[in-house]
Structure formats: C-alpha cells, structure tokens
T-cell receptor, first 113, second 113 residues
Framework: QQQVKQSPQSLIVQKGGISIINCAYE??????FPWYQQFPGKGPALLIA?????SEKKEGRFTISFNKSAKQFSLHIMDSQPGDSATYFC????????????FGKGTKLTVNP | NAGVMQNPRHLVRRRGQEARLRCSPM?????VYWYRQLPEEGLKFMVY????????ESGMPKERFSAEFPKEGPSILRIQQVVRGDSAAYFC???????????FGSGTRLTVV
C-alpha cells in the first residue's frame, strides 16, 4: 500500500517532442504528489508538485495531471529539450504525518537533439 | 543560502569499519530526513529527525544504523560494521516543517570494499 509505481523505466524522445511519465499509487491517504528531477551525481530537485484537490497544474513546460479516482498522476514535459535529459522521480506523502516521501523507481529520460 | 550540505561526497570503507555521514540543513530548516538510493532504484526513506528528537525511524535497518540531530551541529547518520550491501548513495533533505519545501543535498556515495 505504500508503493508508488512509475513507468516507463526509460524514455527517449526527440527535441521538441512531449515526454510523458506515469505514476500510480494505492494508499488513498496520500495527499501530496511531487515530481523530482535528478542529474547524475546530484541530489533530487523539486520540479513541480500537486495536491489531490486539483486535476492539473502547469509550470512552464511542465504539467502534472492528476486522476484521483484512478489513483494515477503523470508528468508531461512539453517541447522537450536535451537539457531535460535526467532521471525523473514521482513521489507521494501524507502531509501532517511523518512527512516521509515514498518514491517511484524513476524514469531515465533522454532527449535527442 | 548554501543549501543542504552533505559531507563527505564520497566515502570508501572496508568491511567492518564505521561510516559517519554528516548533513547540515538549510538555514531556518529544523526538520531533517535521510534517504538511501541503490543503483537504478528510487530513494528509500530511512529516518526523520527534528532537533534532538527522532520522529520516524521506520525505514532504518534495526541493527548497525543510527541517526542523530543534536542541538548544535549537523545531523549524523552512522553505520557500524559496514557490509558490501551498505554501498549506496545516502541523501539528506531538510524542510521548515509541514512536509513542504523539501530540499535535498548532493548526497554521500558510500562504497564498501
């Protein structure tokens, strides 16, 4: 019940294309869903986050879509750029509880020029 | 603001030695979290601390691992009698509380030989 399942494991897109990464969860108590970007040798950096009271959140080229009934959420990267090549992690947590994040296993994104 | 500072960046230990990993949270952050990342895996929660208190250690192995966040000084993750399976990247994060504003450090890469 504490798992967050992420797919695909790896993704290759062409510059200018749309990258889509999907996550699914079981625990309906989760109420905070962040996405992290990690470059090799670095720590994860918060990219964008959503709460279940909204179905979509957009920040620049990055959009989170959230489907509460299906217990799924996804990250869309529009106009993907080579600089977006990184590993992306979805996560979930229960605010006001232990605050620990449960992470997906990650998606390695490669954007070809 | 220097961000979350972790040291050392790389640590090599022989089997049976002790490893000490240090984490200085961001200025103004009183909540510290430790995560472990195995190769090709997502981050796994280990422990959540506030000053002088362990709030949640549900992800910590029962033996050989301990963590502290003293009133003064950095948080320390201590691994006694290291084994090869302890080889991983260990990330520290801090937040001002409430589960928001998590900021990760660049990690300590532990190699046990």
């Amino acid at each position: 019940q504490q798992q967050v399942k992420q797919s695909p494991q790896s993704l290759i897109v062409q510059k200018g294309g749309i990258s889509i990464i999907n996550c699914a969860y079981e625990n309906t108590a989760f109420d905070y869903f962040p996405w992290y970007q990690q470059f090799p040798g670095k720590g994860p950096a918060l990219l964008i986050a959503i709460r279940p009271d909204v179905s979509e959140k957009k920040e620049g080229r990055f959009t989170i879509s959230f489907n509460k009934s299906a217990k799924q959420f996804s990250l869309h990267i529009m106009d993907s750029q080579p600089g977006d090549s990184a590993t992306y992690f979805c996560a979930a947590s229960i605010q006001g509880g232990s605050e620990k994040l449960v992470f997906g296993k990650g998606t390695k994104l490669t954007v070809n020029p | 603001n220097a961000g979350v500072m972790q040291n050392p960046r790389h640590l090599v230990r022989r089997r049976g030695q002790e490893a000490r990993l240090r984490c200085s949270p961001m200025k103004g952050h009183s909540h510290v979290y430790w995560y472990r990342q195995l190769p090709e895996e997502g981050l796994k929660f280990m422990v959540y601390l506030q000053k002088e208190n362990i709030i949640d250690e549900s992800g910590m192995p029962k033996e050989r691992f301990s963590a502290e966040f003293p009133k003064e000084g950095p948080s320390i993750l201590r691994i006694q009698q290291v084994v090869r399976g302890d080889s991983a990247a260990y990330f520290c994060a801090s937040s001002p509380g409430g589960g928001y504003g998590y900021t990760f450090g660049s990690g300590t890469r532990l190699t046990v030989v």
